[in-house]
């Protein structure tokens, strides 16, 4: 019987899942930089304005925590996720302003069975998010640990 949970098997190459829109509030990027990252352009309209950035932004570490978020709304609570043993690459290209609404996609680009552990397979993705302007606001790249469906004939 299959299963409804998506498998290491079920991550083809190519394989493209759809991530957002998530609409990013002033409120939230102001309450997200008062914990997190309390450096003034993430705090004020005026002193976003004031900055190369235009305008009251979301911190680099708020746009991957929403950018996590779409992942786990996507496709990662769906799955049989083991965890991540890294980021290889995480790129804020552009800044996420107030009022901005961000969508993407995370891309898989390599699939491989361990050999340590047979019954998991580790998922290469690439990711990009854009906002409402077609604007590519982050880049990253990670590989992920799913366990196989068919773990024991792995073993």
Do not use: C
Not at 46 to 54: E, R
């Amino acid at each position: 019987m299959p299963s409804s949970k998506l498998y290491f098997e079920d991550f083809h190459i190519g394989r493209i899942f759809t991530l957002g829109p998530k609409t990013v509030s002033a409120d939230e990027i102001v309450e997200f930089a008062t914990e997190f990252d309390p450096q003034p352009m993430h705090l004020s309209e005026a002193a976003g304005k004031a900055s190369i950035l235009g305008g009251l932004s979301a911190s680099g570490w708020h746009t991957s925590s929403m950018f996590m978020r779409m992942m786990i709304d996507s496709y990662l609570l769906a799955s049989v996720s083991e965890g991540a043993p890294g980021i290889d690459v995480m790129e804020w290209r552009k800044p996420v302003l107030a009022g901005d609404t961000l969508k993407g996609r995370s891309t898989v680009e390599a699939a491989r069975a361990m050999r340590s552990r047979p019954h998991i397979g580790i998922v290469t993705l690439n990711h990009e998010l854009e906002n409402q302007r077609g604007e590519i606001v982050l880049r990253s790249r990670n590989s992920i640990m799913f366990r196989r469906r068919d773990a024991e004939d792995a073993a």
